[in-house]
């Protein structure tokens, strides 16, 4: 498989393509008009030494999508589409046996034995789409055994907790958790506590929850499980602090006290009410041994 990237593909995309591809879709010449100002549109950005700067890079070079906007990556997904459209018309998938999965600028082309081919199609279509190839991060690689980051995902290699047999799968990858424990770090940090208990814990599980929500396809418990510790015990740091307390924190404020007088949410519990987790049913055809999960 190919596990690709692009350099700088939002501030790359050409004006005029773009609107071309808008135009198939939107017949409103007001609208039209207001997506082309929108786009050419000056940002303002704060230089190495801290100033603002207004600058108007996008209309100069006519190419560039301003990101921060809930139609950037609509845009972007819509250009992106020019490519995967012609990886089919040009007969790439179907010849190559490659098929393209993307959001954004963030693709992969999965195909067996076919990698080299695919990457140099790959590379000749986005030239002509005037976008450019991030040869450093773009690769060839086997997901057996090259594990691959892929929208906040690692795929590579699992096994089975039952049978202990390998397959092919996905889990949150080591960024995304890394990120995660910093963003806990700086919400129960010293300098956070002057505010109040509840305000913490409601702001703890609005990022827990939506963050599970995000991650919970393939083997999560260990994810989780890592997860909820360093919660907890960066939880236990701030109210011993925020207190004034000395001795041992775990003893002061127990997981019980933490999840059912705090309201402290639990990612581990969560993974008994997903599909895939529950109790399998028996196989409807009696006597011969073998069960069916639900589909």
């Known amino acids: 498989m190919v596990d690709a990237d692009l350099s700088g593909y939002f501030d790359s995309i050409p004006h005029a393509e773009l ?44 190419r560039g999508t301003p990101q921060g906007a809930p139609i950037s990556p609509l845009l972007s997904n819509l250009y992106m589409r020019r490519f995967v459209l012609g990886w089919k018309t040009l007969g790439y998938e179907a010849r190559l046996k490659a098929h393209i999965v993307n959001y954004a600028d963030d693709f992969v082309i999965c195909c067996r034995g076919t990698a080299v081919k695919a990457m140099s199609a790959m590379r000749d279509m986005m030239a002509k789409l005037k976008l450019t190839v991030n040869e450093a991060k773009t690769r060839r690689c086997r997901a057996w055994s090259e594990p691959f980051d892929f929208l906040g995902y690692t795929i590579g290699k699992c096994y089975s907790p039952v049978t202990g047999r390998a397959y092919l799968g996905t889990r949150p990858s080591r960024k995304k958790i890394a990120r995660l424990c910093q963003a806990i770090h700086a919400m129960t940090g010293r300098n956070m506590v002057w505010a109040d208990v509840e305000d913490r814990i409601a702001r703890l599980n609005r990022l827990l929850a939506g963050w599970a929500n995000y991650f919970r396809l393939g083997p999560v418990s260990k994810a989780y499980r890592l997860v909820d510790r360093y919660t907890r015990h960066r939880l236990r740091q701030w109210l011993r602090a925020k207190h004034k307390l000395q001795g041992e924190e775990k003893s002061r404020f127990p997981d019980q006290y933490l999840e059912q007088q705090l309201g402290l949410v639990r990612l581990q519990g969560r993974t008994r009410t997903f599909p895939w987790a529950k109790r399998m049913n028996p196989c409807p055809k009696a006597g011969c041994g073998k069960t069916a999960r639900p589909v």
Do not use: C, F, I, Y
């Not at 609208?31 to 190495?48: F, S």
């Open 19 to 62: 609107m071309k591809s808008v135009a198939r879709r939107v017949s409103d010449r007001h609208l039209l008009h207001l997506l082309k100002m929108w786009l050419q549109t000056p940002v303002e950005e704060v230089d190495e030494r801290g100033r603002m700067r207004r600058t108007t890079r996008n209309k100069d070079a006519g």
